[in-house]
Nanobody, 120 residues
Framework: VQLQASGGGLAQPGGSLRLSCVAS????????MGWYRQAPGKQRELVAT???????NIADSVKGRFTISRDNAKKTVYLQMNSLKPEDTAVYYC???????????????WGQGTQVTVSS
């Protein structure tokens, strides 16, 4: 199983970016999908998660600015980031919980990380 993240880059304060992360490989089903971030010198923190049925959990620091969504058929999770702030600068990692067959335990996978820099 591999996770391929894309969409990071440089944005100005107040700007927008959209991250994507696609899962590939031997996958029966994907439960939660999400995004985490890690700024220099800080611990990795949750940004947003989305369950298979669409229920979301959004960090207070990004609520109202970031939107998480997923396309189950494409095995892809998205993070739409609007009204970006310099404090959003971090490496963003996608995370998924995957089952290889019906009834299998969840296996957690992380993407390679994509840099988001917000600066004027």
């Amino acid at each position: 199983v591999q996770l391929q993240a894309s969409g990071g880059g440089l944005a100005q304060p107040g700007g927008s970016l959209r991250l994507s992360c696609v899962a590939s490989g031997s996958i029966f089903s994907i439960d939660d999908m999400g995004w985490y971030r890690q700024a220099p010198g800080k611990q990795r923190e949750l940004v947003a998660t989305i369950a298979r049925d669409g229920r979301t959990n959004i960090a207070d620091s990004v609520k109202g600015r970031f939107t998480i969504s997923r396309d189950n058929a494409k095995k892809t999770v998205y993070l739409q980031m609007n009204s970006l702030k310099p404090e959003d600068t971090a490496v963003y990692y996608c995370n998924t919980k995957i089952r290889y067959y019906p009834g299998a335990p969840q296996n957690v996978y992380w993407g390679q990380g994509t840099q988001v820099t917000v600066s004027s």
